[in-house]
C-alpha cells in the first residue's frame, strides 16, 4: 500500500511524458485523475491503521544494498500518516488550481507536480536513512523547475536560492546520516532509535541533521529563501511549499533528532526555543510591514511555524500532539490563503495589496471564505488554529512559562496583520475599475475550498479523531525523547 500511494504520482507523471503528445486538455484530466487516485489509496490506509498501537504499520521490506545495510523499508505511524494524508489531499487540489493559470508547458507542469508528490510521501514513509535523504533530495528538482520555470519575473533568482539554501543543509545532513549508519552498522531508522550514542556525537549530529531541518522549517535566521520562493512560485507552487514542504523540517526534528538523539535535543532546547521565539514575534512585525500579499502571508508562516518548533521541544504530550496538529492546520489554513490570493492574481495579476480594496462588494462569495480563513489563521476560537495553538502553549506552559508568554504575543501580532490584511483588501470602497469589474468565484474555484473549510471546522470542534492517530505515536516518541542513550554524568561535563 505505501509503495503504491509512494510511487502511483511518478507512474503517472512517466505516462504522461512519455504516452501523450501535445494534448493539454487530456494531460489535465490525468494528472487530475492520478491524484484522485492517490487520494483514494491514500484513504485505504487510514481505514486499516490502528490507532492503539505506536508501531510503525503498513511495513515493506526488501533488500538493497545489503552490504552497506540499506534496506528499502517504508512504514507510517501515528505522526507520519497525518502528513501522507495531506499531501495526497493538496495535491489534487494544486492542480485544479492551475487548471487555467497554466497555459505554457502543461505537460512539464503536471509531470514536475506529481514527481513532487511522490517525492514528498517517500520522505513520510521512508524507514531507510538512505532511502529518506534520497526523496529528500529527489523533492528538490520538481520544486525548482516549478519555481524556475512556471514563476514570476525573478523566478530563476528565487529558484536557485532555494536550491541552494536546501541543498547546503542537506549535505551536513548527509555526513551525520552516514556516521549514524556506520557507527550503528545500519541505516535502518526504527533500528537506530535504540541504539545509544556518546553525548558528543550526540551534539555533532544534531547540529548536522539541524542544519538541514531548521532551513526546510525554515528556522530564523535562514528563512530569507522562503519569501522569495513564494512570492515568485506559481500558486499551486506555493500551496505545496506552504503546505507541505515546511512540514518536512518539522516531522526531521520529530523522527530523528528526538527519538535518535534524545540527549543531544535535551541539551539544545534553549537553542531552540530562543529560535523559535524570534521567529514568532521579529517576521510577525515583519509581515505587518509588506506590501505584496504573498510575501506577507510568506513571512507569517515562519512565524507560525515558530509555534510549531516550539511545541515539538516541549518534551511533554500537548506540546507535541500541538505542534503535530498545528502542522497541519498550517497545512490547510496557509494552503488556502494561497490558493484565495491566486484566484485575485488570475482576475487582476496584481498582488500589491494598495491595488485592493472593496472586493467584498464585488465578490461576496470569496469574502466569506477568506474571513474563515483568515480566523483560522489568528486562532478563532471553532477553527483549527485555535486548537492547535492552545495545545502548544499549554505544552509550553507546563515546559516554561517565559517562553509561553512571549509566544502568546504572537498571537496579537498575528491578529494585527491578518487582520489588517483583510480590512485593506475585502472592505473600504470599491479602489478603482479593475476592482469594479471582479466577478465572483466560479464553482471549479469554490470546489477547492470545500474540503479545506470542512478540515477547518472539523479538527475546530472535534478534534478527537486527529489526536487519537497520533496519542499512541507521541507516547512512544516521549518514552525514546527521555530516554538518557549517553548518561547524565556526560551531559554535565559537556
Not at 545509544?196 to 539541524?210: A, D, T, Y
Request: one cysteine or more; aromatic letters at 14%.
Amino acid at each position: 500500500m505505501l509503495s503504491l500511494v509512494t510511487f502511483l504520482p511518478l507512474v503517472g507523471a512517466l505516462v504522461i511524458f512519455f504516452a501523450v503528445k501535445d494534448n493539454p486538455k487530456l494531460i489535465r484530466y490525468l494528472a487530475l485523475g492520478t491524484s484522485l487516485l492517490t487520494f483514494i489509496v491514500s484513504l485505504q490506509i487510514l481505514k486499516g491503521f490502528d490507532n492503539s498501537t505506536a508501531a510503525f504499520q503498513f511495513m515493506e521490506e526488501a533488500a538493497w544494498l545489503p552490504a552497506y545495510g540499506i534496506t528499502y523499508r517504508m512504514g507510517v505511524d501515528g505522526i507520519s500518516l497525518p502528513f501522507v494524508l495531506l499531501t495526497a489531499l493538496l495535491t489534487p487540489l494544486c492542480i485544479l488550481a492551475s487548471w487555467e493559470s497554466i497555459q505554457t508547458q502543461v505537460k512539464g507542469y503536471m509531470v514536475s507536480f506529481l514527481a513532487l508528490e511522490s517525492f514528498v510521501i517517500g520522505v513520510f514513509c521512508a524507514l531507510d536513512f538512505i532511502l529518506f535523504y534520497i526523496f529528500w533530495e529527489a523533492m528538490l528538482i520538481p520544486m525548482f523547475l516549478l519555481i524556475g520555470i512556471w514563476g514570476g519575473k525573478n523566478r530563476v533568482y528565487a529558484a536557485y536560492k532555494f536550491f541552494l539554501y536546501t541543498l547546503a543543509g542537506s549535505v551536513l545532513m548527509l555526513i551525520a546520516i552516514l556516521v549514524m549508519g556506520f557507527k550503528g552498522g545500519t541505516f535502518s531508522i526504527p533500528t537506530l532509535m535504540s541504539i545509544p550514542f556518546s553525548f558528543g556525537l550526540q551534539v555533532w549530529l544534531f547540529l548536522g541533521l539541524f542544519s538541514s531541518f531548521a532551513v526546510k522549517v525554515p528556522m530564523w535566521p535562514v528563512h530569507t529563501w522562503l519569501p522569495d520562493a513564494h512570492v515568485e512560485a506559481p500558486t499551486a507552487g506555493s500551496v505545496i511549499l506552504a503546505g507541505i514542504l515546511l512540514k518536512m523540517g518539522a516531522y526531521g526534528f520529530l523522527r530523528f533528532s528526538l527519538p535518535i538523539l534524545p540527549d543531544a535535543s535535551r541539551f539544545f532546547i534553549p537553542f531552540i526555543f530562543g529560535l523559535s521565539l524570534v521567529a514568532i514575534v521579529y517576521t510577525a512585525l515583519v509581515a505587518l510591514m509588506q506590501k505584496d500579499l504573498k510575501k506577507l502571508i510568506a513571512y507569517s508562516s515562519v512565524s507560525h511555524m515558530g509555534f510549531v518548533t516550539i511545541g515539538l521541544f516541549t518534551y511533554n504530550q500537548q506540546g507535541i500532539e500541538g505542534g503535530i496538529l498545528q502542522m497541519v492546520n498550517h497545512g490547510v489554513v496557509s494552503g488556502a490563503l494561497f490558493l484565495l490570493v491566486g484566484v485575485i492574481y488570475d482576475r487582476m495579476h496584481t498582488r500589491e495589496i494598495a491595488r485592493f480594496g472593496g472586493i467584498a462588494h464585488r465578490m461576496p462569495v470569496y469574502a466569506v471564505i477568506f474571513m474563515v480563513f483568515t480566523m483560522a489563521s489568528v486562532g478563532l476560537p471553532g477553527t483549527n488554529g485555535f486548537i492547535g495553538e492552545f495545545l502548544i502553549l499549554l505544552g509550553a506552559y507546563l515546559a516554561n512559562k517565559g517562553v509561553a508568554v512571549v509566544a502568546a504575543t504572537g498571537l496579537v501580532f498575528g491578529a494585527a496583520y491578518m487582520l489588517w490584511m483583510f480590512k485593506k483588501v475585502l472592505f473600504g470602497v470599491v479602489a478603482n475599475d479593475e476592482v469594479a469589474a471582479l466577478q465572483d468565484m466560479n464553482k471549479r474555484e469554490v470546489a477547492l475550498f470545500v474540503p479545506l473549510l470542512i478540515l477547518v471546522l472539523w479538527i475546530g470542534f472535534y478534534p478527537a479523531p486527529f489526536l487519537k492517530m497520533m496519542h499512541a505515536s507521541v507516547e512512544q516518541l516521549l518514552i525514546q525523547a527521555n530516554t538518557i542513550k549517553a548518561g547524565s554524568a556526560a551531559i554535565a561535563m559537556f
